[in-house]
């Protein structure tokens, strides 16, 4: 199991994904401006690792500053900066904007004559806990994924999945690949079918990167066999992760999970999301109050560096999409399944 992440008390490194399989390379990050490219650069990507990252930023960087004397009040302005900054990097997963939100509440109930260094550490620990907790998470979202076999019973699951959701989008182990690794572990998985997921080849390039490393039986299919594939009856469930997951079920993901959705539907199988907790927005009623990430036109003009289409060719390149609540089978969280996913049944969930 890989980490992408890690954080010695003043550099961060993170595993550059751009340069996956091909090549381990490890960026160092000194500050909250670097991380913040990293980010919007897809360095690192994935809802938690995002997320942890950034706290691992924000923890950085108030431990660089307690290298000289000083107060909470000389920084708060720093600080606050230093937090918008990292909000205006990628705007559909939530997970980030309930980290930084978790940074504002820690620092606001400390009084601003609370020494720098006290703050550093404070805020260290705060980053360390949520990069430990999104750990333990993913192995519980493991867990619980293991009843989705249990209902049938001596059947080898095929699984069809979209984008990476493994150890690499997370701080470990992953969610959908979480439940993957689980089914494997327990001799249920006959098969992980991986979207190759255009245009940024997170199927591709990381989830087949990360099922290789660990003999996990997969093929790589062009996003567009998906359907082909469910009409000849070699796949028994599709599962995905989420990058905000509305009050009512209604998901946000990998542009393609929603026609992956659709295509599972028609062909009645089941249709799972797993995903922490922290992947739902309950302030939001439905998927319609999300907004879609629309990232730059050479991810589309361009593959492996080459152009492929013509010189400028407008384009559009939405990041994700948005399954409507009916579509959805399952959704698999740290705290059980939520079947099916409805305003009332995920209320119970946060109980
Ligand atoms: O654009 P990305 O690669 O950050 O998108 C990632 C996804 O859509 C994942 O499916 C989602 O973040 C869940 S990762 C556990």
Redo the contacts with the bound molecule.
Sequence with gaps: MFTAIKYDGSVLQLLDQRRLPEAEIWLKCHDVESVAVAIEN?VV????A?ADAAAFALAMSASERARLPGTLADDLGVFEAEVERLSMTRPT?VNLFKVLEEFRRTLRVLAPSTLRVQVARLLTELAQRIFDEDLATCYAIGKHGLDLAREAPGVTLRILTH???GSL??AGY???LGVIRSLHACGRLAMVYVDETRP?L?GARLTAYELQAEGIPYQVICDSAAAYLMQCRSVDMVI????RIAANGDTA??IGTYGLAVQAHYHGLPFVVA?PLSSFDVAISSGAEIRIEERGADELRLSGGKQVTPLDAPVFNP??DVTPAALISAIVTERGIVRPPTTEKIAAIFG
């Design positions: 897809m990507r994935g809802a938690p995002i997963a984008c990476n959701t989008a997370t992953g969610t959908a940024y997170q995905v992760g989420a990058d993901n990998k995903a990041a994700f």
